[in-house]
């Protein structure tokens, strides 16, 4: 059969409109002759994704996103396109995130390897959206901003304050101050010059003293040891004893017990003890004046002279 040149014509045109609708769909992203399972997700924030977008599961490609339509409400119906063959559970969660600096936002498939009842054309996921490097990233410098903010400010009233402090005459007054401080600098290192050569020349003079020092340490320490090997305890001990007995008989003087507690408080015997004295100073008295009357030696008889009381009798009684 011949085709005539009108029918030509027309075959023509169909696989030209054809071929241009194919086109259209392929570099959109779609496939006319594509046998891949359709699913859908709705996210309140895309954060960036764009059509074409990879579709992973665990880091491999599975399928790309179809489109990305705004709904009534203001949420996004996003339509991905899945290509494998590995079955995809409906309770698994698909997330955005960010694959890195340049290379956008895509989606991952957090599969749900539990659930059996597995995805078709039609089904919806559960939406997740990650942050991605620079959302956190700013989400993480917003609190600094602030403080750096804050600071800045304090920084802008505290030179605002030296300003206003710091006027002629105590820019003046701070010169002056500097102008000592260097002074004295300068006149401490005068100082600390004579030092050292007062060092140097009594150096000798110097280790002789430490030595000396040294020995003193030496006998300390030797003193110590001798001190440490005393019985010190059991003398400590012995005069707590010592100075107990003593108390006691301290206490007992007081109480008027013993022979000198009787002789401190009672008053007959301490009188008693003193008229005793004064007799015996009254006799040793008529002794010394009268010792004929005591000691009385005659070798040819004579008679012994009669008694005379003492003229000085001390005794008052």
């Known amino acids: 059969m011949k085709l005539t040149k009108e029918i030509k014509t027309a075959i023509l045109v169909i696989v030209s409109i054809f071929l241009f609708i194919w086109g259209y769909n392929f570099l959109k992203g779609?496939?006319?002759?594509?046998?891949?399972?359709?699913?859908?997700?709705?996210y309140d924030n895309v954060a960036g994704l764009v059509n074409s977008a990879p579709v992973t599961l665990n880091g491999l490609a599975i399928g790309k996103v179809n489109s990305i339509n705004i709904q009534p409400d203001g949420k996004l119906l996003v339509e991905m396109q899945i290509t494998t063959d590995f079955p995809i559970a409906k309770s698994s969660v698909a997330e955005i995130y960010?694959?890195?600096?340049?290379?956008?936002?895509?989606?991952?498939?957090?599969?749900?390897?539990?659930d059996k009842d597995y995805i078709k054309t039609g089904d919806y996921l559960k939406a997740s959206s990650k942050l991605g490097l620079t959302d956190a990233l700013a989400q993480q410098l917003e609190p600094l901003q602030y403080k750096v903010q804050k600071l800045l400010d304090n920084a802008d009233v505290?030179?605002?304050?030296?300003?206003?402090?710091?006027?002629?005459k105590t820019k003046q007054n701070l010169k002056n101050s500097i102008a000592e401080l260097n002074?004295?600098?300068?006149?401490?290192s005068v100082a600390s010059k004579n030092i050292?050569?007062?060092i140097a020349d009594n150096k000798s003079k110097i280790n002789s003293t430490m030595t000396n020092f040294d020995k003193t340490a030496a006998n300390f320490s030797k003193m110590s040891d001798s001190l440490a090997k005393a019985n010190l305890g059991q003398t400590v001990k012995n005069l707590e004893k010592t100075l107990a007995n003593v108390d006691k008989i301290m206490t007992d003087i007081e109480q008027g017990k013993g022979t000198m507690g009787k002789l401190m408080k009672d008053d007959?015997?301490?009188?008693?003890?003193?008229?005793?004295?004064?007799?015996?100073?009254?006799?040793?008295?008529?002794?010394r004046l009268n010792p004929t009357r005591y000691v009385n030696v005659s070798v040819f008889g004579k008679k012994n002279?009669?008694?005379?009381?003492?003229?000085?009798?001390?005794?008052?009684?």
């Open 30 to 42: 779609k496939d006319l002759f594509d046998s891949s399972t359709r699913v859908y997700v709705v």
């Open 98 to 114: 960010d694959s890195g600096l340049v290379g956008g936002r895509q989606i991952a498939i957090k599969p749900n390897f539990q």
């Open 158 to 168: 505290l030179f605002t304050n030296v300003n206003e402090i710091l006027d002629e």
């Open 183 to 188: 002074k004295t600098l300068s006149e401490f």
């Open 196 to 198: 050292n050569e007062m």
């Open 268 to 287: 007959a015997m301490y009188n008693n003890f003193t008229n005793t004295s004064k007799e015996l100073e009254l006799l040793l008295q008529d002794v």
């Open 305 to 317: 002279k009669p008694y005379v009381a003492p003229v000085n009798d001390t005794i008052k009684k």
